[in-house]
Structure formats: C-alpha cells, structure tokens
C-alpha cells in the first residue's frame, strides 16, 4: 500500500495578483463574488489587495480603485467555511500600521516580501505580525537572481525572524523545472518542517509544472489564480493545478466542480480578456524581468520606436525589480538616442 501524499495547501492570490491584469480596478461587488465562490469549493487562503501588496497603492506603480480598508471588508464578509483571508505586504510600500489594519479587517495570513537577497528587512514585520496571533509567511521575490544556495540561507533567517512558512516567487516567470527542483530541495533541506511555498508565473508557459516540481521537491503551500490571471503572462492556472495533482493523488481540500465554478465567475467577472503568452511576457521571461513591467514596457517602446525585446534586455542585465520603474523610461531614452 503506497503511503499517503501529503495534505497541501492552495493559496489563491487571484484578488491580489490578479489586479495587475485589470490594473488595480476590481471593484467590491466583483471582490464578494469571487471570495464567495472560492470559499465555497474550500480553497484554504484568498489572498486579497492591490496588486503589489498593502499601501501599494499610488501613481508610481498604480492606484487602486479602492482603499484596502475596502477590499479586505469587501472579502473578509464573503468568506465561509474555513477559507482564511491573507494579505501581502512588501516593506517600503507597506508599513506596520497597514498589517495592524489588515488585522483589523479579519487577515489571518500575513505574507512579509522581500527582494531575493533582502530578506533582512523582513525581520521587525514579521515579528509583528506574530505579535498580533497571524499566521506570518515570507516570500522572496525575483528569486531567479540568487543562488539557490543565497534562497536557502535567506529562508532560514526567515524562519529565525518569526516566519512559520517561507519560500520563493518566480516574479518574472523565468524558471524551468530543474531550476524549481533544485531550490525548493535546498530550501526544503534547510528549513525543516517548516512548509515551503511557490508562487509561479507563467511567462515560458511553465507555470503548472513548475508548481508540480516544487511539490516533488517538497513544497506544501502553492499559489494559484483562477484562470491564471495575474501580472504579465499570468500565474499559475488555479484550476489546472489542482486537477493535476489531485491526479496525482495529492490532497488539497478543494471540491474540483465547484473549483470550476469559481473560475468560470472569474472569467465573467473579473478579466475580460484571458492573460497570454505574447511576444512582450515571454520576452519578460527569458530575460528575467519582473512580469508586471510587460503594459509600461511594450508602450514605452511602440512610443519611442525602439524594440521592446532590446529594452527586457536592458533591464534584466540591470537586474531591475518592482519599484524601479523609472527604468524603464530611462533604458527607453537610451536606446532611441542611441538608434
């Protein structure tokens, strides 16, 4: 008798990241309907904000069509069953005083992001947030840009710091299954018991597997969005994956029909068009940069008449991430003046 998979854990972020493929503009009554659906085909965690997380909102990176006072009163009322609300939050767009308030509203999952060789500057929220009775989580984003060696390191201090998961972000869609396999095995080897966590992108069209390799290697907290909507190419199709490793014969709590019928609303409700693998996100991917740059990428380029291929790049060799993106009209200038 083959002994029993593990019980996994779906983290749905499609409230979250999903909001890049809409920019920012999901409004409450599309926020209920969808918390509402996927509560009720069990998914664990519905992960709801702006698409950069707490007090991302602004002009830089895009304001938001509601405060996330809004959005978590809109989703914490729509949940039933044992769906928990979780929130994401990056320092230097959020603070402490937005987990004291996302708290207020009923989270109880907290993720702390950090830069994939930052994750020093996780170290005083999640303390907070472990103050507060959430559960605390940390990520490292960009992760393609470490070592998987620099990740394992980097997920231990997290642990050390109060983290009771941690794991990796392929921000730009950039990774293989052999790249998945083996920092989720390094991670998995320096944490423990500790559950680890992959958020997939899916800008090589990868995504699904990717999440089945982090799983192989020992992952136990997946992320997924109904119908993969999220920055760029998208994340990893929420639907597709867990009819995969249910297959597989992992366990996940989720009612697979009723899973179908959230997706379905999302696609009605959400995002009129499905997120695609076009020329501009697989570009993204091969040259490792943040997915969420593909929109102001793709305009800047068509607008200075330059090849938006030469401007990925340009910014991968820069290793640019989220929060730079003055960049892109930088290396944009550049390229025109020097054409």
């Not at 996927?38 to 998914?43: D, E, L, N, P, T």
């Not at 602004?58 to 609300?85: F, K, P, Y």
């Not at 500057?121 to 507060?132: I, K, P, Q, S």
């Amino acid at each position: 008798m083959k002994p029993e998979k593990p019980r996994l854990i779906i983290h749905d972020p499609t409230l979250r990241d999903g909001q890049h493929a809409v920019g920012h503009q999901l409004d409450a009554d599309q926020m209920r309907t969808y918390a509402e659906a996927a509560s009720k085909a069990g998914v664990p965690v519905v992960e709801v904000g702006h698409g950069n997380g707490l007090g991302a909102s602004s002009l830089q990176i895009g304001r938001a069509l509601l405060s996330d006072d809004e959005m978590l009163t809109a989703v914490r009322e729509s949940l039933t069953g044992t769906s928990r609300m979780g929130v994401f939050m990056a320092p230097g767009w959020g603070t402490g005083r937005d987990i004291r308030r996302a708290a207020g509203h009923g989270a109880e999952v907290v993720r702390v992001a950090a830069h994939c060789t930052e994750g020093n500057v996780t170290a005083r929220h999640l303390g907070l947030v472990r103050e507060l009775g959430l559960e605390a989580q940390a990520v490292l984003l960009m992760s393609h840009m470490a070592s998987p060696e620099r990740l394992a390191e980097e997920c231990l201090r997290a642990v050390g710091y109060g983290a009771q998961a941690v794991g990796i972000m392929d921000s730009a869609g950039h990774y293989l299954p052999t790249d998945i396999s083996e920092r989720v095995r390094r991670i998995v080897e320096a944490v423990g018991e500790v559950p680890v966590i992959f958020h997939g992108h899916n800008n090589l069209s990868m995504a699904v597997a990717n999440s089945v390799a982090a799983v192989e290697a020992g992952a136990r907290i997946i992320d997924a969005c109904a119908r993969g909507f999220g920055a760029g190419a998208g994340n990893t199709q929420l639907e597709v994956l867990v009819a995969v490793l249910h297959r597989m014969g992992h366990q996940s709590g989720i009612d697979m029909s009723a899973l179908l019928h959230a997706s379905d609303i999302a696609h009605e409700r959400l995002v009129k068009s499905l997120p695609s693998i076009d020329s501009g996100g697989l570009v993204s991917g091969l040259t490792g940069v943040f997915s969420g740059f593909k929109p102001r990428v793709m305009s800047a380029a068509a607008a200075a008449g330059v090849d938006a291929f030469d401007v990925f790049a340009e910014l991968g060799r820069r290793q640019v991430v989220a929060g730079q993106e003055d960049q892109i009209d930088d290396v944009v200038r550049a390229l025109a003046a020097a054409s």
